[in-house]
């Protein structure tokens, strides 16, 4: 059922017939609740999963729905090709006016020859025997997170052990600075 989603996703996406719901989406809690989804997975494949986040809230424009299948396709890729007992760390960072979630695990890496495609449709990495998909998931982030004005990248030196790091990049939602709260609005 997922991969069809997913399928359909991409479609929407490609054809432009998907809307985002945009509210405020405090980035804090959409991680948490991610970790929360693939908990079951993390749990069963024996890996450790550091969280760490941010003193200050870190709010964007977004579809919540939509982000949190964002983070939570690249929490579920990091627990299926990282080998039982590895590591994934995930980090919400704010950097200036834009808030990065880094997704970071100590599996087989990415090949540095398919950085450059991973993002693509139908493309998968060579370690995909325990996987079960069929390379839609990061097609999928990539076009979510420009559908809300971001970016995202992978970084892996291909080395076994090494891992891969996946960072999604958004505008922060800021209030402007002369924005008063409590005053009464105009009559």
Known sequence: TRLVDDLLDVGRITAGKIALDLQ??????????????VAPLVEQRGHALALALPHEPAVVSGDRARL???????????ARYTPPGGR????????????????RDNGPGIPSHQLKDIFNIFVQGEHNSESGGLGLGLSLVQQLVTLHRGAVSAFSTGQ???GSEFVVRLP??????NA???AAPPA
């Open 172 to 177: 922060l939602l800021r209030t402007p600075p």
């Open 88 to 103: 994934i760390h995930v980090e919400l960072r704010i950097l200036g006016t834009s808030a990065e979630i880094s997704v």
């Open 160 to 162: 076994a052990g090494e």
């Open 68 to 78: 949190l299948q964002v983070v939570s396709n690249l929490l579920n890729n990091a």
């Open 24 to 37: 405020p989406v405090a980035l804090g809690e959409l991680v948490h609740d991610a970790v929360e989804m």
């Open 180 to 182: 008063d709260r409590t």
